[in-house]
T-cell receptor
Framework: NAGVTQTPKFQVLKTGQSMTLQCAQD?????MSWYRQDPGMGLRLIHY???????DQGEVPNGYNVSRSTTEDFPLRLLSAAPSQTSVYFC????????????FGSGTRLTVV | AQKVTQAQTEISVVEKEDVTLDCVYETRDTTYYLFWYKQPPSGELVFLIR??????QNEISGRYSWNFQKSTSSFNFTITASQVVDSAVYFCALSEVGGSYIPTFGRGTSLIVHP
């Protein structure tokens, strides 16, 4: 099925642990991005990529790393989880400038205790 | 820097009422795209519409319509004869052609349609 696949769907971490949220798309989209969604804050951009090997920071990048070694995959790494990173994380992709809209994954609900 | 403001945090209506969700944006670019997304209670984000800054024609899709006015930097969304299934959080977003193309989202408006 074409689309954006995020894993895992749910995760509980202890403070200080690290983990990687996976995002894969099979639509050959150039653009990929990670957002976090917190109550009342909408979707805030963490990191984005405009192609393999190219990444850049968004509005709230601290505490997160990304890499884009292939067109298909765009993992998000939490280096040392903190309770402030408790959130729902969405990965999105688009072809070019998003003329067909951005396709979102189903989200990862992360809780840091 | 681009910014999207959705001043209405929550709107509550009774079924069959018309409702308008407001979206005001700021950008220095002359070429940009505006989007609306729907997030139903199940949590996924559903793309509704994209407009480019050169096309100010209003658009209608069934019970949904969008009013784009560059003069007031607004891109409002109207649902006619609302239904319970319209209950969701609606997000407006903006992406700049001169920037990264990556959308900036507003904080969303929660629409509750009562039967």
């Amino acid at each position: 099925n074409a689309g954006v696949t995020q894993t895992p769907k749910f995760q509980v971490l202890k403070t200080g642990q690290s983990m990687t949220l996976q995002c894969a798309q099979d639509m050959n989209h150039e653009y990929m991005s990670w957002y976090r969604q917190d109550p009342g804050m909408g979707l805030r951009l963490i990191h984005y990529s405009v192609g393999a090997g190219i990444t850049d920071q968004g509005e709230v990048p601290n505490g997160y790393n990304v890499s884009r070694s292939t067109t298909e995959d765009f993992p998000l790494r939490l280096l040392s989880a903190a309770p402030s990173q408790t959130s729902v994380y969405f990965c999105a992709s688009s072809y070019g400038s998003g003329e067909l809209g951005y396709t979102f994954g189903s989200g990862t609900r992360l809780t840091v205790v | 820097a681009q910014k999207v403001t959705q001043a209405q945090t929550e709107i509550s209506v009774v079924e069959k009422e018309d409702v308008t969700l407001d979206c005001v944006y700021e950008t220095r670019d002359t070429t940009y795209y505006l989007f609306w997304y729907k997030q139903p209670p199940s949590g996924e984000l559903v793309f509704l519409i994209r407009r480019n800054s050169f096309d100010e024609q209003n658009e209608i899709s069934g019970r949904y319509s969008w009013n784009f006015q560059k003069s007031t930097s607004s891109f409002n969304f109207t649902i006619t004869a609302s239904q319970v299934v319209d209950s969701a959080v609606y997000f407006c977003a903006l992406s700049e052609v001169g920037g990264s193309y990556i959308p900036t989202f507003g904080r969303g408006t929660s629409l509750i349609v009562h039967p």
